[in-house]
């Protein structure tokens, strides 16, 4: 199973870590990542397998909100079934 993270808000040193320092935490694997800063907003998209969580998903979810909150960023994660569904014709 995977899940799509998405990073959103004001450019600071070390994002990236943290957000894979919380998916480590979790036992989510990184699989891929793209990050853009424009001007100074960064912006950060990740896929990530969520098979071997040590977690149920609701915990990976909210530890990556709060950690959103506690850097002042928009976190979300969404399960590779929503976003399928939500992107299906």
Same mark, same amino acid.
């Given at each position: 199973?995977?899940? $799509?993270? &998405?990073?959103?808000?004001?450019?600071?040193?070390?994002? *990236?870590?943290? +957000?894979?320092?919380?998916?480590? =935490?979790?036992?989510?694997?990184?699989? /891929?990542?793209?990050? &853009? +800063?424009?001007?100074?907003?960064?912006?950060?998209?990740?896929?990530?397998?969520?098979? =071997? *969580?040590?977690? /149920?998903?609701?915990? *990976? &979810? /909210?530890?990556?909100?709060? *950690?959103? =909150? &506690?850097?002042?960023?928009?976190?979300?994660?969404?399960? =590779?079934? $929503?976003?399928?569904?939500?992107?299906?014709?």
């Amino acid at each position: 199973m995977k899940a $799509i993270v &998405s990073v959103i808000g004001k450019d600071t040193v070390g994002i *990236l870590a943290k +957000v894979s320092g919380t998916c480590a =935490e979790h036992n989510a694997n990184i699989i /891929d990542v793209t990050q &853009s +800063v424009m001007k100074d907003i960064f912006t950060m998209i990740m896929l990530i397998d969520i098979s =071997e *969580l040590t977690s /149920d998903f609701s915990a *990976l &979810s /909210d530890a990556l909100a709060a *950690l959103g =909150e &506690s850097i002042g960023m928009k976190i979300h994660v969404m399960h =590779e079934d $929503i976003f399928n569904s939500m992107h299906r014709i």
